[in-house]
């Protein structure tokens, strides 16, 4: 796990031993390769282990693959130690402490003996050949932190990799690569509203001081790009400590640079039972401890955080330095000046770094462009999608559920508004959004994948920016390094549907459904079915796999399985009119049916006439199909008119059939029957893996 020869060769390079990182790692070693995997601290997983004790997910139905996998194991460590908490029992997110992170990444990661976890290795610099990334150079750290050398080493270490990924938080290594990226904020503009210098009420739930509403763009907002960035920080974890003689881990010294004018703090009132009332600036978290988070005047920090992303990791010790002095500082405070001594370190935490973080929490970094790029548009619901999601995303790789959430831009708030520029908290656009491919993989560098400085604007980089979403990327991008080396293309160029059915063989959902479970017998033909365009218009964003599917169902979801041009010549189906959603899609199977002279519905051709009933008629009859679009599919139906279908298309047969006994076709077993009949569960066998 951690041996550190001069020059090593491998299959994938990882930079950044993140929850991103590791899960890369983790993909990458399933698809046999060898994998490297540096990380400049002596930590694991980022900052899943380092101050965010979640995935940061609005529902568990958000988290997907490696997450999933990571908090099952949460709950079963807690189990096993017999902690009986009621943070371990929340409905939205699984929680956690940082040492326990660090020792469930580092047992995930000790599985799998392809993998070489190095910690303490500080990339340098990269050795390029062309457009392709031939070796990235490292050098011990000098300290827990990842802080490099301050003298250059004459021969650094060297890791030579056929694919490149990049998992830092920076994004190091592709910019040296040359990979183009950006780092401010753009323009306001008609797919991006919140974009560019702004105010708004949106944190609050009430109106606030100044009397305006909740949810509102305020004056000053220009809409005009910049260069900033938003705030970065580091959750201390602390807990409250009212002993006699307690606060063994209270600051005795006072950090550098320090200066009580940049913190506020309201001590806690006391509750009728003698505990401490907190507010939204420390967050409970799992046995008895807090993180602290204040936004303003508090452990936020701006000055100096863009500097920090440009610089050379020898040039980021002392930025980094006045970045913790100026987070530690407000522990000092709230200590000495803000009359809660009772406030110190968690004991248990971070060890070997005097219990404070070994990261900072880098909020933003650069962006590196790709050949797709998310804007606004593409996680806020109204702008382009149909008021329930965003567009889809045919090449999704993976899913959130977070609002769009900035921390502020600017350190000083405007005087009529009481706000924080560029902070905002958008609950009322919060909707599951997807990731396609594109967004990894930067551009002008041949095998190099980005995991967590994706390509977006930055308002669709605050939705992005939570580790759950960062740990399926990471999954995505393990798998198409491995593919790549498997398939010997570039890793651009690995085919998107392959990669996604080996996602979804690992349980990684890449469109959001709140009642589907990655363990549902259909989950892989459910998720395959919405890539493929069919998505039930509900505002719970349920797919209904264990209802019994319509024949408006089914003709909508095939005509979407078989990618089938719509195409409408005339009315044939008696009482399916033009406004029914069915309409274009039985249509359509009904032209490509009549096509190839195929009887794919009954009474397509030569119709039984029974004329003196006929005669009797109002109108003449032009509509001679009888098929109720609204009644369920009884369960030996679907094969038939399946089978009827591959003839149509003239495609090979398929095994098709629905569970044993099944009376009636159920939405799930419908989707796995058209992945089946589409051959799409058998891209293993088309690529020869």
């Not at 929850?19 to 983790?26: M, N, T, Y």
């Not at 031939?134 to 300290?143: F, K, R, T």
């Not at 009420?201 to 009397?211: D, I, L, P, S």
């Not at 110190?344 to 770094?353: K, P, V």
Request: proline share 7%.
């Amino acid at each position: 796990m951690t041996s550190s020869p001069a020059s090593i060769d491998t299959d994938i390079l990882v930079v950044g031993g993140t929850a991103a990182g590791c899960s890369a790692a983790i993909a990458a070693a399933r698809e046999g390769s060898r994998v490297v995997v540096l990380e400049p601290t002596q930590s694991i997983g980022g900052v899943s282990a380092n101050g965010v004790h979640c995935f940061d997910v609005g529902s568990r139905q958000a988290l997907s693959g490696t997450a999933e996998e990571f908090t099952r194991r949460v709950l079963r460590h807690y189990e096993q130690i017999g902690l009986d908490d009621p943070m371990l029992k929340s409905r939205v997110d699984v929680f956690w402490e940082f040492h326990v992170a660090d020792l469930i990444w580092r047992s995930m990661l000790a599985e799998h003996d392809r993998i070489t976890f190095i910690n303490g290795a500080v990339p340098i610099g990269v050795v390029m050949n062309g457009v392709r990334i031939e070796a990235v150079l490292w050098e011990p750290a000098a300290d827990a932190i990842g802080n490099p050398p301050s003298e250059a080493a004459p021969t650094p270490h060297q890791v030579r990799a056929r694919v490149v990924i990049d998992a830092s938080y920076e994004g190091d290594v592709a910019a040296w690569a040359g990979a183009g990226f950006d780092l401010g904020r753009e323009a306001r503009s008609a797919v991006e509203p919140h974009a560019g210098i702004i105010h708004t009420a949106t944190h609050e739930r009430r109106v606030n001081g100044k009397g305006y509403l909740p949810d509102t763009i305020l004056l000053g907002s220009s809409g005009e790009a910049d260069e900033k960035i938003m705030a970065f920080t580091s959750r201390l974890s602390l807990r409250y400590d009212d002993r006699p003689g307690g606060a063994g881990h209270r600051l005795v010294a006072r950090p550098d640079s320090y200066d009580a004018r940049k913190y506020a703090w309201k001590a806690p009132d006391i509750a009728p039972n003698g505990l401490p009332r907190f507010g939204f600036d420390l967050i409970p978290t799992v046995n008895g401890k807090m993180l602290l988070n204040q936004r303003e005047k508090g452990n936020d920090v701006l000055a100096g955080t863009r500097d920090y992303i440009l610089a050379h990791p020898r040039e980021r010790t002392a930025i980094r330095k006045r970045l913790f002095d100026h987070i530690v500082g407000f522990l000092y405070f709230i200590q000495n000046e803000g009359g809660t001594p009772q406030l110190t370190l968690a004991e248990d935490e971070y060890a070997g770094n005097k219990n404070v973080p070994y990261l900072l929490y880098v909020r933003e970094g650069r962006r590196f462009r790709g050949k797709n790029r998310l804007t606004e548009s593409n996680v806020n619901p109204f702008l382009a999608g149909s008021g329930f999601r965003p567009p889809r995303q045919p090449h999704s790789i993976a899913m959130g559920d977070w609002a769009i959430e900035c921390r502020p831009c600017g350190d000083m708030p405007n005087s009529e508004t009481n706000t924080y520029e560029g902070a905002m908290l958008m609950r009322a656009l919060r909707v599951p959004y997807q990731v396609p491919f594109g967004c990894l993989a930067p551009e002008g560098v041949e095998n190099l994948l980005v995991t967590t400085t994706i390509s977006a604007s930055h308002v669709a980089f605050c939705a992005l920016r939570i580790e759950a979403v960062w740990t399926q990327a990471g999954t995505a991008a393990g798998l198409a390094a491995g593919l790549s080396a498997r398939l010997g293309c570039r890793v651009s160029d690995v085919p998107v549907e392959l990669l996604q059915a080996r996602m979804l063989e690992l349980g990684c959902k890449l469109t959001y459904f709140s009642d589907l479970e990655s363990d549902h017998p259909d989950f892989a033909g459910v998720q395959w079915l919405a890539l493929k365009g069919f998505l039930p218009g509900d505002r719970r964003f349920r797919f209904f796999p264990d209802t019994p599917a319509t024949w408006a169902d089914l003709v909508e979801a095939a005509v979407r399985a078989f990618d089938l041009p719509i195409s409408v010549t005339g009315l044939h189906f008696d009482g399916l009119n033009p406004d029914h959603a069915a309409f274009r899609y039985a249509e359509t199977l009904y032209d490509a049916a009549s096509r190839a002279g195929v009887p794919l519905f009954p009474n397509m051709r030569h119709p039984v006439i029974d004329e003196p009933a006929d005669h009797l008629r109002p109108e003449p009859r032009l509509r001679w199909i009888d098929l109720a679009m609204d009644q369920p599919v009884e369960g030996a139906e679907a094969p038939a008119f399946l089978g009827l279908l591959l003839d149509t298309l003239e495609l090979p047969a398929a095994p098709l059939a629905v569970p044993a006994g099944a009376k009636m076709l159920m939405r799930g077993a419908m989707a796995t029957l058209l992945r089946r009949a589409a051959r799409a569960d058998g891209l293993n066998a088309k690529w020869k893996l």
